[in-house]
Antibody, heavy 124, light 112 residues
Framework: EVHLVESGGGLGKPGGSLRLSCAASGFTFTNAWMSWVRQAPGKGLEWIGRIKSKSDGGRIDYAEPVRGRFTISRDDSKNTLFLQMSSLKTDDTGFYFC???????????????WGQGTLVTVSS | QSVLTQPPSVSGAPGQRVTISCTGSSSNLGADYDVHWYQQLPGTAPKVLIYGDNKRPSGVPDRFSGSRSGTSASLAITGLQAEDEAVYYCQSYDTTVSLFVLFGGGTKLTVL
C-alpha cells in the first residue's frame, strides 16, 4: 500500500524559510514522479511543482508563483521528497500535499496517490 | 482565478444524477490534454476519481463517469449517495508559459 507522510510544516515568518519532507513507502520511489500541491485554507488546489525520476531525466518544473523561491529535490536512497521554501509570503499559507505520478499504472500525468498534508502558516 | 472553470456548487437528492462541468480553452482542454477528476472529502486529501477523461481507477464505483468535448469536460454522478458529498476538482495541463498543471476551482456537491 502506498503511504506518503508529509512533515516540516509550522509557523514561518514572511521572508523566512521552511523545509518540508515527504516520506514515501509501499512503491518503488526511484521510478516515481513526485509533485507538491498546496491548498490555502478553504480554497482550491494549486500545483507547486514536480520532479521526474532520475531515469526520466530528473527534470524539475515549477508553477510561476513559486519559481525562484521554492526548490524541489529528492533523496532516492531515503525514499524522501523535499520542498525547500524561501522568501516566504503570507500567500504561501496552506496545506502542502505531496503526490505521486505514474505509480498506479494509470498514467504519468495524473496524481494517483496523495499524502495527508502538512500545514504551513506564514505570519509575522 | 482558475483557468479551468467549474461551478462553485451543485446539489441533488439521494438517488438523483448530477453533473459537474469543467470549462477550459484552446491552450488546455482544447489542446487535447487529458482531464482528470479528484474527490476531496471533508478534512481529507484529494483522491483520483476519473483519469484520462473517462477512466475509473480500480475501486471507484461505476456511478462516477467522465466525458469531454472540445474545450469542456464533465463529471457525472448517478445514484447520488450521502457519502458523495465532497468537493470535486478537474485537472489538466496548459501550453502557456506560466502554467503547467491546472486545477479547476472546485465544485462543492451537497446531497440534500
Amino acid at each position: 500500500e502506498v503511504h506518503l507522510v508529509e512533515s516540516g510544516g509550522g509557523l514561518g515568518k514572511p521572508g523566512g524559510s521552511l523545509r518540508l519532507s515527504c516520506a514515501a513507502s509501499g512503491f518503488t520511489f526511484t521510478n516515481a514522479w513526485m509533485s507538491w500541491v498546496r491548498q490555502a485554507p478553504g480554497k482550491g488546489l494549486e500545483w507547486i511543482g514536480r520532479i521526474k525520476s532520475k531515469s526520466d531525466g530528473g527534470r524539475i518544473d515549477y508553477a510561476e508563483p513559486v519559481r525562484g523561491r521554492f526548490t524541489i529535490s529528492r533523496d532516492d536512497s531515503k525514499n524522501t521528497l523535499f520542498l525547500q521554501m524561501s522568501s516566504l509570503k503570507t500567500d504561501d499559507t496552506g496545506f502542502y500535499f505531496c503526490a505521486t505520478q505514474g505509480v498506479d499504472g494509470i498514467g504519468w500525468y495524473v496524481f494517483d496517490n496523495w499524502g495527508q498534508g502538512t500545514l504551513v502558516t506564514v505570519s509575522s | 482565478q482558475s483557468v479551468l472553470t467549474q461551478p462553485p456548487s451543485v446539489s441533488g437528492a439521494p438517488g438523483q444524477r448530477v453533473t459537474i462541468s469543467c470549462t477550459g480553452s484552446s491552450s488546455n482542454l482544447g489542446a487535447d490534454y487529458d482531464v482528470h477528476w479528484y474527490q476531496q472529502l471533508p478534512g481529507t486529501a484529494p483522491k483520483v476519481l476519473i483519469y484520462g477523461d473517462n477512466k475509473r481507477p480500480s475501486g471507484v464505483p461505476d456511478r462516477f463517469s467522465g466525458s469531454r468535448s472540445g474545450t469542456s469536460a464533465s463529471l457525472a454522478i448517478t445514484g447520488l449517495q450521502a457519502e458523495d458529498e465532497a468537493v470535486y476538482y478537474c485537472q489538466s495541463y496548459d501550453t502557456t508559459v506560466s502554467l503547467f498543471v491546472l486545477f479547476g476551482g472546485g465544485t462543492k456537491l451537497t446531497v440534500l
